[in-house]
């Protein structure tokens, strides 16, 4: 089973014909000779779409830097869109470091067994341990699912201690 994110503007379900105007994204979960099947992204989250494929393409490098990151929401349950192969994710490192958004300041001590590290915003804790789902530049961080931070604006990788604030020739910085 393949499981990809694509763009389309056809589109039938057995409801009918579920077609955009403009290319809209996919998400794409099996394939025969002449068609895709999954479902719109978004939309009223109609499953075992047929997308034709001539009117079905793969997305450019370009279009999965725009979608990577994107928040969604679909029949109430929230999520973000994530893209491999896009060039703006961030790798989630097991050691501590600092996530600076449009406007705080994130410092992530090291992951435990179960996934979780404790986390500071501006210097105060938050007070419950945290999960990273998502860490884009230039998109929400999105904390245990359902903590939605302003965009990322750069990740400093290499700190020692959580209290460093500077960032030295041997820091790694995405920005």
Known sequence: MISKYMLATK??????????????????????????????????????VRFPKDTTRDLTPEEK???NGELYEMSGLKGVITIDGATNNVQ?????????????????????????????????S???????????????????????TSAVKSVDLKYNTIENDSCDENCTKYS
């Open 11 to 48: 589109a039938y379900h057995l409801l009918g014909d579920i077609s955009s105007d403009t290319l809209d994204l996919c998400t794409i979960t099996s394939e025969d000779k002449d068609n895709y099947y999954g479902a719109w992204k978004f939309g009223y989250g109609f499953m075992n």
């Open 65 to 67: 830097n725009k979608w």
């Open 92 to 124: 989630i490192p097991s050691t501590p470091f600092i996530v600076y958004t449009k406007n705080s300041k994130f410092e992530f001590e090291s992951i435990e067994a179960d996934g979780n590290r404790n986390c500071f915003r501006n210097g105060v």
């Open 126 to 148: 938050l007070n419950r341990r945290i999960k990273i789902f998502s860490l884009v530049l230039e998109k929400s961080m999105v904390l245990n699912g359902l903590y939605i």
